[in-house]
């Protein structure tokens, strides 16, 4: 088994998926370590494209692979395109484990998501409860894909001895989130929507489903830091809970970035759209054990969001 703390210092570190909420928060998390970071973007590198993907390994050498590339989206866009969802994880998935492994990577770290667990885990979800029930439907596919995608990290720890981990983060928020109404989670589709009301001067807030979902939101900067943490100080088969015990109904969270975004109107639900599943709230009782703890509250959390988004909108507002 390979020996902790693992050394990042003097490190070729590639991110994949810089470009993305998570990629970017980790890029800034980074730039405080002594490390050299690697990234490509889409144009120079397609994550799909198998050959392409062994090439830029064997020619850029990483010793170091964080794996942030997905196509990721919110309820509505994980059940509108299932195909898309299934297949370009899998793609990136194999691509780039497969390309570190041949690559000599020394240590490769994969991000889960809490969505693959079954949809009535019993709660706090602890990582044991993985493929003990079935998915919650409307992200059953990403789930398959992410699923597929620790399996062959374990596999390679396996049949390999290569010390590649997996992290299984809640549901994220923060700077550099989509914003697009339709394809985005919660937190970025409720700030964006209720700084709209705001500017028309608009009574009701439209929110999805019932609101009684329960939902554990990380600020992406901390999850951030606990990969960084984690690469340091994590080398088991065990795809890792990282939460923040932070736990809303979305109907809270409505009225929280209300008060955030500074509107003053009614929450309206449209029980038509989705709930998905009624609660995954991840036990963390290994990665507290580790030392490790999320950093931002989630009201400050929202707050910095919001000043994200008017920031990355700011020229665009049709983004
Ligand atoms: O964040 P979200 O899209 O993803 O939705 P999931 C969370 C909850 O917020 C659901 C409600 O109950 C939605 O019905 N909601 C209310 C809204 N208003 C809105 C809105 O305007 N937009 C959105 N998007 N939701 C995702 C998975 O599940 O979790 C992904 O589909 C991924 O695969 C992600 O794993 C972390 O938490 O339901």
Redesign the pocket.
């Known amino acids: 088994m390979p020996r902790l703390p693992f050394p990042l210092e003097g490190k070729r570190v590639f991110v994949a998926g810089h470009r993305g909420m998570v990629g970017k928060a980790l890029l800034r998390r980074l730039a405080r370590e002594p490390v050299e970071l690697l990234t490509a973007g889409r144009e120079e590198l397609d994550l799909t494209r198998q050959a392409e993907v062994e090439a830029w390994f064997a020619h850029n050498r990483p010793q170091v692979v964080i794996l942030a590339a997905a196509k ?5 866009a ?1 059940a509108t395109y299932p195909v898309d969802f299934l297949e370009q994880n899998l793609l990136i998935e194999v691509n780039t484990i497969r390309a570190a492994f041949l690559a000599g990577v020394e240590k490769l770290l994969f991000l889960g ?3 693959i667990y079954p949809k009535f885990a019993p709660q706090p979800i602890r990582e044991e409860a993985l493929l003990t029930g079935p998915l919650e439907p ?2 059953q596919w ?2 398959i894909a992410k699923i597929a995608g620790l399996e062959l990290c374990a596999a390679y720890r396996r049949q390999h001895g290569a010390d590649f981990v997996s992290v299984m983060p809640t ?2 928020y923060g700077p550099g989130d989509n914003w697009d ?1 339709l394809s ?3 937190v970025a ?2 700030i964006r ?1 209720a700084h709209e009301a705001k500017e028309r001067g608009e009574r009701a807030l439209e ?3 019932t609101g009684t ?1 329960l ?1 554990e939101f990380l600020f992406v900067d901390d999850l951030a830091d606990a990969c960084v943490f984690l690469l340091r100080h994590y080398s088991e088969e065990v795809a890792l809970n990282v939460g923040s015990g932070q736990e809303v109904s ?1 109907a809270e969270l409505a009225r929280l970035v209300c008060a955030v975004v500074g509107f003053e109107g009614e929450l309206r639900f449209d029980p038509s ?5 009624p609660r995954k709230r991840l036990d963390t009782s290994r990665l507290d054990a580790l030392g490790w703890r999320a950093a931002t509250p989630l009201r400050e959390g929202l707050a910095r969001a919001y000043a994200a988004f008017l920031e990355e909108t700011r020229d665009r507002p049709s983004l």
């Open positions: 990721v989206g919110g309820i509505l994980n998501s809490s969505c409307t992200n990403y789930a549901n994220l109404p985005s989670h919660v589709a409720l929507k929110v999805w489903g979902p939902r979305i759209k989705p709930d998905g599943t």
